[in-house]
């Protein structure tokens, strides 16, 4: 299983969170599934740094690459057929950074983590 984390299973996973699934930490913490973060997880988290809505992710932000690295996370750029799929979505959450995951794990055969039950009608795997 190929995982794509959201945002918030992210920053949980990096914070030891509760609020992260044990389903979704296992999942994670397994060494056989290997896990990306979008490049739209930096963009979100860099955005909502620098407007005071992640005040807590600030090292994060500012480490972003070589806590991925140190993790063992892969990084996953945004292409021209991701942001594609993502303008076309029919969806009426207005979010760009959660489309762009869906159009991700789409496109990418990948499983998105994520406590977000309204990615269960795109047609996406997800594991909470």
Same mark, same amino acid.
């Given at each position: 299983?190929?995982?794509?984390l959201?945002? /918030?299973?992210?920053?949980?996973?990096l914070d030891g969170d509760t609020k992260l699934s044990p389903t979704a930490r296992a999942a994670i913490g397994n060494?056989?599934?290997p896990v990306w973060v979008s490049a739209a997880t930096a963009w979100e988290i860099a955005t909502k740094v620098? @407007?005071?809505k992640l005040p807590e992710a +600030?090292?994060?932000a500012a480490r972003l690459p070589d806590i991925l690295s140190e993790? +063992?996370?892969?990084?996953l750029a @945004?292409? +021209?057929e991701h942001a594609r799929q993502a303008g076309l979505l029919e969806?009426? /959450?207005?979010?760009?950074?959660?489309?762009?995951?869906i159009a991700q794990a789409q496109i990418e055969g990948m499983t998105l983590v994520s406590n977000e039950t309204l990615f269960d009608s795109f047609n996406v795997q997800r594991l909470w």
């Open positions: 299983m190929r995982l794509l959201d945002t /918030h299973a992210l920053l949980w996973w060494e056989a599934h620098r @407007i005071g +600030v090292e994060v993790q +063992v996370f892969t990084p @945004i292409s +021209v969806y009426a /959450h207005r979010d760009p950074f959660d489309r762009m995951l």
